[in-house]
């Protein structure tokens, strides 16, 4: 092992993560973040009845319109449990999917019985394919670490435009601080910046981008600001245990596990277990294990003994690399190539960083104006 090697004697992110910062406590950068701050964002100390009244604004606010909110469905936990708390609180949801070709069976199969069984209305959003391809070998050919900005900022754009289309001021969300508050900036840079997208497409890319759907800087400000469409971590609002919330989803719905975070996109599957891990050394179980340990739904001990384990059997992993490459259209040659070629960073393309870093401090403020019923 490298003799700089080190990891936090609290939680388990190590010095994968440059920027890690590590305390005389024995705490890292990361779970002191998230003791300081993040902890601040699960809201244990709301008033009793503060979901049943919110939701109250929420119906009130929805009045003479079909939904009274968005939710995005993938077919994951944290989804589908969103989908059943918001029918629980009397909410009318529209389901967004966004279908991009990589959806596996089972995702599709949890998707469908729990819209079904609920009775949530499911609006699935299906890419260009063509297009949408050139998209995701451009991001490849960048060697950037998060080649699955251009499927998150899509998921995104669906919702916060199909809110705007149906003048809905509520996008649920399954984002939670007790599962998925740590994750180092240098691993994986945000898919909120569409610029990043159109730059890289356009060095490597070899088709107009004539369908894909984003959002721009104008869009945001019309549609987050103007039209005050708000986003709603709604599982920082109870007591969201992950491990309890699948159990209930398997025993309420028939809903089926798919083995791992985020596993229920074979393209994800592929980034998470391969090309971040293999290629950039990047291994995110530690980031939401690390935030399980910090939230108390998880050990240390039973993180290091997942961490010890490779993210996915290597049967399953060469079967993914053989259809990422056979559906995207790759050569072995160029494919390997693409493994091999020095890594970048978001830095190496012109982006909007520097818009974001000073836009996160408005969505922090509006984060914790949502808390606030009027």
């Known amino acids: 092992m490298n003799a700089s090697y080190?990891?936090?004697?609290?939680?388990?992110?190590?010095?994968?993560?440059?920027?890690?910062?590590?305390?005389?406590?024995g705490r890292c950068s990361f779970c002191k973040n998230y003791d300081d701050n993040i902890s601040q964002e699960i809201h244990t100390d709301l008033p009793k009845n503060f979901l049943e009244d919110f939701a109250k604004k929420i119906k009130k606010d929805g009045i003479n319109k079909e939904y009274d909110c968005i939710i995005g469905i993938s077919g994951g936990v944290d989804s589908s449990y969103v989908a059943y708390l918001t029918k629980k609180l009397g909410l009318r949801p529209l389901a967004i999917?966004?279908?991009?070709?990589?959806?596996?069976?089972?995702?599709?199969?949890?998707?469908e019985k729990l819209c079904d069984q609920l009775d949530i209305d499911l609006d699935t959003k299906v890419l260009n394919w063509t297009e949408f391809k050139d998209i995701q070998k451009s991001f490849m050919f960048s060697s950037i670490s998060n080649i699955e900005i251009p499927t998150d900022h899509a998921i995104w754009t669906a919702m916060v435009k199909t809110a705007a289309k149906f003048n809905i001021k509520y996008i649920i969300s399954g984002s939670n601080a007790s599962t998925e508050s740590i994750m180092p900036e240098s691993w994986l840079y945000t898919s909120k910046d569409s610029k990043i997208i159109r730059s890289?497409?356009?060095?490597?890319g070899t088709k107009p981008l004539k369908n894909y759907s984003y959002l721009s800087t104008f869009?945001?400000?019309?549609?987050?600001?103007?039209?005050?469409?708000?986003?709603?971590?709604?599982?920082?609002?109870?007591?969201?245990?992950?491990a309890k919330a699948k159990q209930f989803l398997i025993d309420?719905?028939?809903?089926?596990?798919?083995?791992?975070?985020?596993?229920?996109?074979?393209?994800?599957?592929?980034?998470?277990?391969?090309?971040l891990?293999?290629?950039?050394?990047?291994?995110?179980?530690?980031?939401?294990c690390?935030?399980?340990?910090?939230?108390?739904q998880l050990s240390r001990q039973d993180?290091?003994?997942?961490?010890?384990?490779?993210?996915?059997?290597?049967?399953?992993?060469?079967?993914?690399?053989?259809?990422?490459?056979?559906?995207?259209?790759?050569?072995?040659?160029?494919?390997?190539?693409?493994?091999?070629?020095?890594?970048?960073?978001?830095?190496?393309?012109?982006?909007?960083?520097?818009l974001w870093s000073r836009f996160s401090k408005l969505v922090a403020y509006f984060r914790k104006k949502i808390t606030e019923i009027h």
């Open 219 to 242: 869009d945001y400000f019309d549609k987050l600001v103007l039209r005050g469409i708000k986003w709603v971590p709604i599982l920082n609002y109870i007591d969201f245990n992950k």
């Open 277 to 288: 891990y293999d290629k950039f050394g990047y291994d995110l179980r530690r980031a939401y």
């Open 303 to 354: 993180a290091i003994n997942e961490l010890e384990a490779p993210p996915a059997p290597d049967s399953l992993i060469q079967d993914d690399i053989d259809y990422v490459k056979k559906k995207l259209g790759f050569t072995d040659e160029e494919f390997e190539k693409i493994i091999i070629n020095k890594n970048l960073d978001h830095t190496s393309y012109p982006n909007n960083e520097w």
């Open 97 to 111: 999917h966004l279908d991009n070709g990589w959806n596996s069976e089972l995702a599709v199969s949890n998707i």
């Open 290 to 296: 690390s935030a399980e340990i910090c939230s108390g």
């Open 252 to 275: 309420e719905y028939d809903w089926k596990d798919y083995g791992g975070k985020h596993f229920e996109s074979i393209f994800t599957r592929f980034f998470h277990s391969y090309y």
């Open 6 to 25: 080190k990891i936090c004697k609290r939680c388990v992110m190590d010095t994968s993560a440059k920027e890690i910062i590590f305390y005389e406590d």
């Open 200 to 204: 890289i497409h356009k060095k490597f």
